[in-house]
T-cell receptor, first 112, second 112 residues
Framework: QQQVKQSPQSLIVQKGGISIINCAYE??????FPWYQQFPGKGPALLIA?????SEKKEGRFTISFNKSAKQFSLHIMDSQPGDSATYFC???????????FGTGTRLTVIP | NAGVTQTPKFRVLKTGQSMTLLCAQD?????MYWYRQDPGMGLRLIHY???????AKGEVPDGYNVSRLKKQNFLLGLESAAPSQTSVYFC???????????FGSGTRLTVV
């Protein structure tokens, strides 16, 4: 059973556009929601993370929007660039937990 | 500053053979993890360790064993490889269970 459901599976965006990736979860005890970025042949790298006490976190062109009541969170990439082309994973963890539950990933392609 | 180093990067095994994947981190992290990544399934936790001398099962532990004799090293063993274990294996480490993970660059294993 997938603890965190991610969509879409793939996404194609024009350069300069906004990329939006969504994740949903059922366990309301989750309290840490990171996003990871993975380039081909590399391991995932932490991009940005949020805790449920805030509704939005922004770092440069990357923003996490968090909707606690809907049990959803999303990654927005503003002014998308070809260099953003990668696979993005959302994840969640429980308080004091020893592991992250990952979504299935979204392959983003930004075309010039 | 190497971060997390995985060896080997590629390996082809015959069914029934055994092998050990090595993970080394130089960040003095307590927590270490082994994940496998398969298309459409995201990252699934195999085993993890919360400190030297400790190990615990993750989501998909069957067919694998691990050891953490030294804080900086986490070994993943396959005693009798099966084609279903064909995957990309990632090691990760973190300061705590719900903090940012640092991933290695992965080991691509093919079992024929």
């Amino acid at each position: 059973q997938q603890q965190v459901k991610q969509s879409p599976q793939s996404l194609i965006v024009q350069k300069g556009g906004i990329s939006i990736i969504n994740c949903a979860y059922e366990n309301t005890a989750f309290d840490y929601f990171p996003w990871y970025q993975q380039f081909p042949g590399k391991g995932p790298a932490l991009l940005i993370a949020i805790r449920p006490d805030v509704s939005e976190k922004k770092e440069g062109r990357f923003t996490i929007s968090f909707n606690k009541s809907a049990k959803q969170f999303s990654l927005h990439i503003m002014d998308s660039q070809p260099g953003d082309s990668a696979t993005y994973f959302c994840a969640a963890s429980l308080p004091g937990a020893n592991n992250l539950f990952f979504g299935t990933g979204t392959r983003l392609t930004v075309i010039p | 500053n190497a971060g997390v180093t995985q060896t080997p990067k590629f390996r082809v095994l015959k069914t029934g053979q055994s092998m050990t994947l090595l993970c080394a981190q130089d960040m003095n992290h307590e927590y270490m993890y082994w994940y496998r990544q398969d298309p459409g399934m995201g990252l699934r936790l195999i085993h993890y360790s919360v400190g030297e001398g400790t190990t615990a099962k993750g989501e998909v532990p069957d067919g694998y064993n691990v050891s953490r004799l030294k804080k900086q090293n986490f070994l993943l063993g396959l005693e009798s490889a099966a084609p279903s274990q064909t995957s990309v294996y990632f090691c990760a480490s973190s300061y705590s269970g719900d903090y940012g993970y640092t991933f290695g660059s992965g080991t691509r294993l093919t079992v024929v």
